[in-house]
């Protein structure tokens, strides 16, 4: 059974930090691109960071540059999201995603269930 779950979610005041986690369970983890989404309330599901298997390369979309890192431990089975400095525009529910890419001959994109970041004063 494939699983993603996603843990470290709370309710924060601006300029604090977060650590997300994904725990993933039942694929070949360390083949997999591993991302994180996020989705506010009323608006598109976005991408903010993605990690390559090896973790060799990363990808942010500009409005979390230099605050989110995304990392990965395939010993683990776990990819990870710091989140540093904070702000109201961040709440969103996190979602871990999986994406084999070319990797077979059919491609498999699995998703975690979400965890709620909440940045209030």
């Known amino acids: 059974q494939v699983q993603l779950v996603e843990s470290g979610g709370g309710l924060v005041q601006p300029g604090g930090s977060l650590r997300l986690s994904c725990a993933a369970s039942?694929?070949?983890?360390?083949?997999?691109?591993m991302s994180w989404y996020r989705q506010a309330p009323g608006k598109e599901r976005e991408l903010v960071a993605s990690i390559t298997n090896a973790g060799g390369s990363t990808n942010y979309v500009d409005s979390v540059k230099g605050r989110f890192t995304i990392s990965r431990d395939n010993d683990k089975y776990t990819v990870y999201l710091q989140i540093n400095s904070l702000t109201p525009e961040d709440t969103a529910v996190y979602y871990c995603?999986?994406?084999?890419?070319?990797?077979?001959?059919?491609?498999?994109?699995?998703w975690g269930q979400g965890t709620q970041v909440t940045v209030s004063s």
């Open positions: 039942g694929f070949h983890f360390s083949s997999f691109l």
């Open positions: 995603n999986a994406n084999s890419g070319d990797l077979f001959a059919r491609k498999f994109v699995y």
